[in-house]
Nanobody, 113 residues
Framework: VQLVESGVGSVQPGGSLRLSCAAS????????MSWHRQPSGKELELVES????????KYADSVKGRFAISRDNAHNTVYLQMNSLKPEDTATYYC???????WGQGTQVTVSS
């Protein structure tokens, strides 16, 4: 199982960014996927999750209305669209699959002027 996150790492407040997570090694379309984040020195938190049929099941209150998870089962990829970014969104973002509880390596997002 491999999960590889990608996305430009630095953006100004109010800006937008899209993270991608390319999955391989399992039947991607059969499993829920999610994004999590961990600010430096703080605990890991769930950002958003999505079922195999692309229903958004959970999201953090702090990102409501600003972030949106999506998936492309044909290309084994899950995305996180992040809009109206704030400095407090600065964190390492991780992709996660419910298949075996596997994590990506993480990608750093920094929101700063």
């Amino acid at each position: 199982v491999q999960l590889v996150e990608s996305g430009v790492g630095s953006v100004q407040p109010g800006g937008s960014l899209r993270l991608s997570c390319a999955a391989s090694g399992f039947a991607f379309s059969n499993y829920s996927m999610s994004w999590h984040r961990q600010p430096s020195g703080k605990e890991l938190e769930l950002v958003e999750s999505m079922t195999p049929t692309a229903s958004r099941t959970k999201y953090a209150d702090s990102v409501k209305g600003r972030f949106a998870i999506s998936r492309d089962n044909a290309h084994n990829t899950v995305y996180l669209q992040m809009n109206s970014l704030k400095p407090e969104d600065t964190a390492t973002y991780y992709c996660y699959t419910w298949f075996g509880g596997n994590w990506g390596q993480g990608t750093q997002v920094t929101v700063s002027s």
